[in-house]
C-alpha cells in the first residue's frame, strides 16, 4: 500500500449528504475482486447519461475537476452495504482524501486499508473546506497528515483529529498484511520452536 504522507491536489466538491456506497460503485461493477480498472465506474450513474456519454454537469466530468485528488462530499459518506469496492473505485480514479463531517464505519474503515485517508470535520470547517473547493482549477488543498493539518488555497489551515494507529498504518503504508509482516521475526521464531517441540506435526 503507498504511503499516505502529504497531499496536494484539486479538490472536488460534492456537497450531497448519504451518498451511499451503491452510489460510489453501482452493483453492475461488482463482478470483479480486483482493485484496477473500477475509477471508470466511480459514481457512474451521475457520471454518464443512458446513452453511456459524460455527463457535463457532474462534478468529476468538469475539466477543473478531473483530476481531482481530494473529495469534499456531504454529512454520512459511504453509507449502505459494505463493499470494499468503493474505496477501490476512489482509488483508482485517484481520490486518496475524502473530507467530510461523517462516515459509515464500515466504508470508514475499509478507506484506511487502501491507503485513502477519510477525514472527519466540523460542519463549519466542511463549509469553509466546500467554498474552497468551488474554486475550479484553483481549488488546490493541502493534506498534512504528520501535522494532522488541511491548509487551503489562501493559506487557511484546518486541523483535524485521527486515531493514532491508523494514521500509522497510513503513514507507514500498512495495510493488514503489512502489519502482519511487521511481526515476520516473531512469527517465524515461533514457527520454528513450535517444529522443534513437536516433530511428529512437520
Not at 504522507?5 to 451518498?19: D, E, M, Q, S
Not at 488543498?141 to 486541523?159: A, F, R
Request: hydrophobic share 40%; proline share 4%; glycine share 8%.
Amino acid at each position: 500500500m503507498d504511503k499516505f504522507v502529504k497531499l496536494t491536489g484539486v479538490a472536488a466538491p460534492l456537497p450531497v449528504v448519504n451518498i451511499d456506497t451503491d452510489m460510489i460503485i453501482p452493483k453492475d461493477y461488482l463482478k470483479t475482486i480486483k482493485r484496477t480498472g473500477l475509477g471508470k465506474g466511480l459514481f457512474a450513474e451521475a457520471r454518464y447519461n443512458e446513452d453511456g456519454s459524460e455527463n457535463p454537469d457532474f462534478v468529476l466530468n468538469k475539466p477543473a475537476y478531473r483530476d481531482a485528488k481530494i473529495l469534499v462530499a456531504g454529512d454520512n459518506f459511504g453509507c449502505g452495504s459494505s463493499r470494499e469496492h468503493a474505496p477501490w473505485a476512489l482509488l483508482d480514479f485517484g481520490i486518496r482524501c475524502v473530507i467530510s463531517t461523517s462516515f459509515a464505519d464500515i466504508f470508514y474503515n475499509n478507506c484506511f486499508k487502501n491507503g485513502i485517508l477519510p477525514i472527519k470535520v466540523s460542519q463549519d470547517d466542511l463549509d469553509k473546506l466546500m467554498d474552497d473547493a468551488e474554486r475550479g482549477s484553483n481549488a488546490i488543498l493541502t493534506v498534512d497528515l504528520e501535522n494532522l493539518e488541511i491548509t487551503g488555497p489562501d493559506g487557511g489551515s484546518i486541523k483535524f483529529d485521527l486515531d493514532e494507529f491508523k494514521r500509522h498504518c497510513l503513514l507507514n503504508g500498512l495495510d493488514d498484511i503489512g502489519l502482519t509482516m511487521e511481526k515476520g521475526k516473531a512469527i517465524d521464531e515461533f514457527e520454528k520452536k513450535n517444529a522443534a517441540s513437536h516433530p511428529w506435526a512437520a
